[in-house]
């Protein structure tokens, strides 16, 4: 099971390049400077990695008569997607929040209408309810996407047909949730886990294995500074099919929802979303007189990462703090930011690792204005678990702080460059700007925009080189055809990483319309960028 107990070399993490201490690093574009502080490297990662927990912490609830009825608003979902010869299926779990209209509240990740390319996906939506006591494996609805909150990995669906694709009449008769408040939930106090995994012993005839976990939280997580988005990691360990499910306290109310890095069929799911804006979801969606199929926000963060779920290793971006503390040998960080004042002495950092194949080599590459940092850089073999959190510092012992400049910080995995994230000690050098904005339909693999607009195009894209975003704390684009507005996208946080190539876009179902076509950029309420085209 999966919880952040730290260990220095249990999963055989060798180091193989230097992070001892250092006398000098190399300025960007200047010689070499010698230091009179030495700036130093812990001597090994901190893994955070799963470990058995003690029986009495960890509860494998047999099925009492109150779990039965919370069970009843706790659905099973399965999206089929068709968008080749050959069908995928993710497979996850949700629980009901009004049980007259039939709105469920999910992970994101299960239902993302998105392909990694920007394109909408064609799925199918399908539901089952109250499962407890039956083995019936034909799902009773079908749903669709009306609402999200893309950065907290929470979406509302609505059952809308039959599992044949009929219409229904009237409202349904569904058990829905009592919603709790998130914000009462303590470290020690037990939560139950809800989803609908699939059976372990091969010789079962159920169809639906109902699991119900007691646990507590770990340790917090945050995006960064500038939001309030965090999760809650957990020292439980579920099947991927956990993804969405719900989570109550003790006494029976909803404060959380289950959620993955990123999905995947081989990753554990160890992390709950609290509910902090459940109350903004459900009233957002009730203001609606008729809810119909939502438009969601379509930019980089929003696509499924990962074409083939099974297979592909994915890193996230390193997160910055210069606070850190250790309780029972974890390392808890926060303040999170991309942006320290002159005199820091250390910078903490933290990423995951999730799909890593064991034996694979991990580099930590530091940079100083563009120039790397041999001496800070650290590598180290990779045997762990399927998902991993990732600590470690580099630091001064002296009131001078680390030098200033602009830093940045690569994730390599057997010699490929998974993800990168900036920070900037010192002066900021200017305000956010950008560069090279293009449009175009679609986004290969590797990120790059593919401009190949057309009278079938259904989805436009703008990409754009963004830089000095350090204190950026929002943004949002707009959408117009021949000078009206088509979208207005809702305001989001920045958790972006500061200088990457980033993009924005609109899709439907139908292909666009011919005419003028823009599309506007904002962050904190000004245009930073803008870009248009003509489809004819």
């Known amino acids: 099971m999966l919880f952040t107990k730290l260990f220095s070399l249990t ?11 250092t006398s000098e690093l190399i300025p960007g574009g200047a010689d070499p400077t010698a230091l009179n502080e030495n700036v130093q490297a812990t001597p090994t990662p901190i893994i955070l990695t799963p470990t058995p927990e003690p029986k009495s912490s960890k509860i494998k609830i047999d099925i009492t008569e109150q779990d039965q009825l919370l069970a009843q608003s706790v659905i099973k979902i399965e999206v089929e997607s068709n968008n080749s010869s050959i069908k995928t299926t993710r497979t996850g779990s949700g629980v009901l929040i009004d049980g007259a209209k039939g709105l469920i509240l999910t ?26 006591g039956t083995d019936n494996l034909i799902p009773d609805y079908q749903a669709i996407l009306v609402d999200a909150e893309v950065q907290l990995d929470l979406a509302v669906l609505q059952i809308k047909q039959t599992h044949d694709g009929k219409d229904l009449e009237g409202d349904l008769e569904l058990r829905a949730a009592i919603i709790g408040d998130p914000g009462l939930v303590q470290f020690n106090d037990r939560l139950r886990l809800f989803s609908y995994a699939h059976p372990t012993n091969s010789s079962s005839t159920n169809g639906h294995y109902l699991t119900v976990t007691g646990t507590k939280i770990k340790t917090i997580r945050k995006e960064n500074i500038q939001s309030n988005i965090e ?4 020292n439980t360990e579920l099947d991927y099919s956990a993804t969405g499910g719900p989570v109550f306290n003790g006494g029976g109310e909803l404060v959380g929802i289950l959620i993955p890095e990123q999905y995947s069929l081989i990753a554990p799911v160890t992390q709950i979303r609290p509910l902090h804006v459940i109350n903004k979801l459900i009233e957002r969606t009730n203001q609606t007189s008729e809810i119909r199929e939502g438009i969601i926000p379509l930019f980089a963060g929003s696509v499924q990462k990962e074409i083939n779920f099974a297979k592909n290793a994915w890193i996230c971006a390193p997160k910055f703090s210069d606070q850190a503390s250790y309780t029972d040998n974890e390392l808890h960080l926060s303040n999170y930011s991309n942006y320290f004042p002159d005199g820091t002495e250390n910078i903490y950092f933290e990423y995951c690792l999730q799909n890593l194949e064991q034996n694979i080599l991990v580099e930590e590459r530091w940079y100083l204005g563009g120039i790397l940092q041999d001496s800070l850089s650290a590598s180290y073999v990779w045997n762990g678990e399927p998902f991993a959190i990732i600590s470690d510092r580099i630091g001064v012992p002296s009131t001078a702080g680390l030098p200033e400049g602009n830093w940045k910080l690569e994730i390599w995995a057997n010699r490929i460059l998974h993800s990168a994230n900036d920070l900037t000690i010192g ?3 200017e305000k956010p700007k950008s560069s090279n904005t293009q449009l ?12 190949d607009l057309s009278k079938n195009t259904k989805q436009l894209l703008l990409q754009s080189e963004l830089s000095n975003t350090e204190m950026v704390k929002k943004f949002n684009w707009t959408v117009t055809h021949n000078d009206k507005i088509k979208y207005r996208s809702p305001i989001l946080d920045w958790i972006e990483t500061l200088n990457s190539d980033f993009w924005v876009g609109y899709a439907q179902k139908e292909t666009l319309e011919e005419g003028n076509w823009s599309l506007k950029l904002f962050v904190d309420g000004l245009i930073l960028t803008e870009g248009r085209i003509v489809i004819n």
């Open 11 to 21: 999963i055989s993490a060798i180091l193989l390049c230097s992070c001892a201490q």
């Open 107 to 132: 992970s994101y990740s299960l239902v993302n209408p998105y392909q990694a390319d920007g394109s909408l996906s064609n799925d199918v939506i399908y539901i089952s309810t109250d499962l407890v």
């Open 231 to 234: 999760k809650w990691v957990v």
């Open 427 to 429: 002066e900021l050098s």
């Open 440 to 451: 175009g339909s679609t986004v290969s693999k590797n990120g790059t925009l593919i401009k």
